[in-house]
């Protein structure tokens, strides 16, 4: 049972390039959500999807896009990177519980490295 | 401000001593959340505690909820130096929403052998 990947683990990217990371999970969850941490900032939500076909905006979803095309995949975008975007992304992804209360856990990704130059 | 906010510190403790780290929010939650992260990789649920719950044990851990404070405490007993990690507490419901966490900065703590 692999839980969450996330791939790539580490990628360089200079200003204006784009990329996508992927994360997917084999746990049947509903909910999926994307993180960026950086230091002294905690874990800031960029975008999230209550299901295949939804994404939402989180607290810092400029300069990103996402996909959920497959129920098991959640696709993280940057058209065009910025040095600011330079940061550790985190892939979540949870049961939906009752009435779209989260009433479980969130299962986490081991992360994916990006540093813009 | 962010929902589940941890009054960030970094905690340095012997091993076999307790350490004990807080967390406030906002407004009302569903459940609130503890987290560890060692250095380099994801986050791992440590324990969940229900609104209507006061106090929740877990091995080592101890969590308490205190509604009326909008606080949270996480006791971990008899540290090990493999507790040295940083400690997240989420919140769900509430500012947020019920169908996202809000986490906190983290408390670092290291467990000196």
């Known amino acids: 049972n692999a839980g969450v990947t996330q791939t790539p683990k580490f990628r360089v990217l200079k200003t204006g390039q784009s990329m996508t990371l992927l994360c997917a999970q084999d746990m049947n969850h509903e909910y999926m959500y994307w993180y960026r941490q950086d230091p002294g900032m905690g874990l800031r939500l960029i975008h999230y999807s209550v299901g295949e076909g939804t994404t939402a905006k989180g607290e810092v979803p400029d300069g990103y896009n996402v996909s959920r095309l497959k129920k098991q995949n959640f696709l993280l975008g940057l058209e065009s990177a910025a040095p600011s975007q330079t940061s550790v992304y985190f892939c979540?992804?949870?049961?939906?519980?009752?009435?779209?209360?989260?009433?479980?856990?969130?299962?986490f990704g081991e992360g994916s490295r990006l540093t813009v130059l | 401000s962010q929902q589940g906010e941890e009054d960030p510190q970094a905690l340095s403790i012997q091993e076999g001593e307790n350490a004990t780290m807080n967390c406030s929010y906002k407004?009302?939650?569903?459940?609130l959340q503890w987290y560890r992260q060692n250095s380099g990789r994801g986050l791992v649920h440590l324990i969940l505690i229900r609104s209507n719950e006061r106090e929740k044990h877990s091995g080592r851990l101890r969590v308490t909820l205190d509604t009326s404070k909008k606080s949270s405490s996480l006791l971990i007993t008899a540290s090990r130096a493999a507790d040295t990690a940083s400690y997240f507490c989420a919140t769900a419901g509430g500012y947020y929403g019920n169908n996202r966490l809000a986490f906190g900065k983290g408390n670092q703590v290291v467990v000196i052998p």
């Open positions: 979540a992804s949870s049961y939906h519980g009752l009435a779209g209360v989260i009433t479980g856990e969130l299962f």
């Open positions: 407004t009302s939650i569903n459940n």
